[in-house]
């Protein structure tokens, strides 16, 4: 009980704390709205758009998933296939790094033109492209450090490859692959986000952030950047409950 | 049941970036039915080989490797293995760990039957009460008991141990060696076990097996005479003294270094005659007398 109460109050008090701070920040040196919102300018804003607030989180929320979803799927697939062949590690490897490198906002014109007006498929397609590298980079090397005695107990009674991965190498790799989910959390968000910013005519929390630029509203504009903040530790959370169920053998119980 | 174990002209080189290193060399053994057989002999010289070729992990360039007179072709489900390292799957019990082979290997026991042939195994090398607990909840030496009842638990022919209890300090390894015993009493296989330490393969086996410096032959094969039941004590009885000092010696020409004369037998005071003995395992073990290549 006191546990459980521990768990939020301490995460909660450290958001009020932030918060104060930054009440505290814009009052002391007088800052007008225009060059900076304080909290306390926050509560009206919502209170407004409230309804946009519902349907653009909404918007943002879902497409951010669904990349994510991809990027699990494809980034476990190509770390399968890069942990396994140290061929396709050798021949992978620098093209990922490579299109990692690449700014994600140069991407977005770029896939704005070839889906024209494809408004949702273009913005999965970032949130996705911008998440799968932790990813693959986890699984592969979670894979190809995979100890060859744990393999070999059960090579040695015959069995077969697919057993091998099923009982062992996949859930040795589920703590990397977890903590590389964690990350890729907050990068899909950030994909969502751009495409919503970026192309023109957009939807979801980016699009309404835009919106409060072009008309000046920045107390609309930070009150944007909180709901976002909001869902990406929502999502993380979500994320870390899976991982409490499906990997909590890897955590050591506290002392 | 267990199997006889036989090499038959057995050679086996790695591919190296430098050329083939050879590291079996024309090596022939025979390891009778229900026997245990310890393999001694300086570090890198093929001794781990020689167990991935009898479990099947590998095939030999030339020669053969029989299991009952069968050649070795793959890997079998009548073999099983313990490793240095425990290799215990975290995210599973120790009840469930032990259970694994059984899920791989048909042996037509159902879900119970398993579970009480890896219980019965668990409470015979004093691990009863910790079969729902986690591996990293339990000591080194508990790990290794459980990984021991793993490589057994499917009832093999064959087991290959390869210095499974190296990593293990000196009293929790005397322990396994009695745990070893009463394993050897109450199952039946083959077994092959590779060791660093020669007062184990002495203590275990019924003969041991002294492998010549890479590439290895097998330099000497000395019976150890000492009868089936066996109790620490043993050790430090005049004829496993002489055998301990004649494996020394077996292993310092394994690592071309000049043969002493004979160590006078040792006075049968306790706390003395076991000085001797430290000297052999220290000197086997130390790495800067291994013989440059």
Redesign the interface.
Known sequence: MTRTLRQIAVPVGAMVVFLLLWELLVWANGWPNFVMASPSDLPPAYARYWELFLTGGWQTLWRTVVGLLIAVVFGTLLGMVMGFSRLAREALYPLLVGFNAIPKATVVPIFALLFVGQHDFNTVMLAFIISFFPIAVSVSIGLSTLEPEYRDILRALGASQATIFWKIALPKTLPEFFGALKVAVTLAFIGTNLMEIVSPHGRGLGALFDSGRTNADYPLMFAVLIALAVLGIALFYVVVALEKIFAGWAERAPN | MSLPISLDHVTHAYRTQAGPLPVLDDLTLDMPEGSFTAVVGPSGCGKSTLTRLV???MKPDEGVVKLGGKPVT????T???A?Q?P?L???RTILQNVM??L???STGMNKSQREDRARELLALVGLEGFEDK?P?ELSGGMRQRASLC?SIV?RPEVL?LDEPFGALDAFTREDLWLTMHELRRAERFTCVLITHDLRESVFLSDHTVVFSARPARAQRIVEIDLGPNRGLEDLYAPRAVELLALLRREIQIAQGREVETPAPAPTPVPGVADRPVEDVAATARDPSTERPR
């Open positions: 479990a099947g992990l793959g890997p079998r489900s073999v099983g293995m490793f390292n290799v799957l975290e995210w694994l082979p899920e791989i290997v986690r990293s793993r499917h290959i």
